[in-house]
T-cell receptor, first 112, second 114 residues
Framework: GQQLNQSPQSMFIQEGEDVSMNCTSSSIFNTWLWYKQDPGEGPVLLIALYKAGELTSNGRLTAQFGITRKDSFLNISASIPSDVGIYFCAGQLGLGNEKLTFGTGTRLTIIP | DAGITQSPRHKVTETGTPVTLRCHQTENHRYMYWYRQDPGHGLRLIHYSYGVKDTDKGEVSDGYSVSRSKTEDFLLTLESATSSQTSVYFC?????????????FGEGSWLTVV
């Protein structure tokens, strides 16, 4: 099936640092979604992107829909302890095909 | 919160027994999905539904069946559970938002097959 390459797989940072992660695809998507998952819980939607080139913010989080439609980026500024978790990107073709394809996740750890 | 409830939240069952997981939504969404999540594989689509009695397979549908007899409920059945079906199962719904659709997840059902 379709694959999304998400990187990095894991990150170890200090509180206050900025974080960047990205997803790339071999084919285009018309929607990109970013989720965060805490242990024992379901993925929670952070940001949804619907247009190539779109840049959207949600508090300290900013995500971009790549202009080629084959990639997306998530940045977290000034990280805090509650940012710890696994971040997933997901692409959706839409246009009647509503299935999501997920990246394998980026595990964010904050070093005391 | 997209009004999604999964049950049971945790279950331990024996190999060969049938198991049904239920997803209930309260907001009349047309699209519903079942995903499983495993280490190293991320979230993978099992089956999805685009309306009452309308379902289709995802990428890992073998060993699973689904039914949707009413809009609010989407059932996932393991006819004869195997150890490889030990996993966390997430139900999701698709909600239309302006320019496109957004998918929201339930809290998960942890299934252990022994």
């Amino acid at each position: 099936g379709q694959q999304l390459n998400q990187s990095p797989q894991s990150m170890f940072i200090q509180e206050g640092e900025d974080v960047s992660m990205n997803c790339t695809s071999s084919s285009i998507f018309n929607t990109w979604l970013w989720y965060k998952q805490d242990p024992g819980e379901g993925p929670v939607l952070l940001i949804a992107l619907y247009k190539a080139g779109e840049l959207t913010s949600n508090g300290r989080l900013t995500a971009q829909f790549g202009i080629t439609r084959k990639d997306s980026f998530l940045n977290i500024s000034a990280s805090i302890p509650s940012d710890v978790g696994i971040y997933f990107c997901a692409g959706q073709l839409g246009l009647g095909n509503e299935k999501l394809t997920f990246g394998t996740g980026t595990r964010l750890t904050i070093i005391p | 919160d997209a009004g999604i409830t999964q049950s049971p939240r945790h279950k331990v069952t024996e190999t060969g027994t049938p198991v049904t997981l239920r997803c209930h939504q309260t907001e009349n969404h047309r699209y519903m999905y079942w995903y499983r999540q495993d280490p190293g594989h991320g979230l993978r689509l099992i089956h999805y539904s685009y309306g009452v009695k309308d379902t289709d397979k995802g990428e890992v549908s073998d060993g699973y069946s689904v039914s949707r007899s009413k809009t609010e409920d989407f059932l996932l059945t393991l006819e004869s559970a195997t150890s490889s079906q030990t996993s966390v199962y997430f139900c999701a719904i698709s909600e239309s938002r302006g320019h496109g659709n957004t998918i929201y997840f339930g809290e998960g059902s942890w299934l252990t097959v022994v």
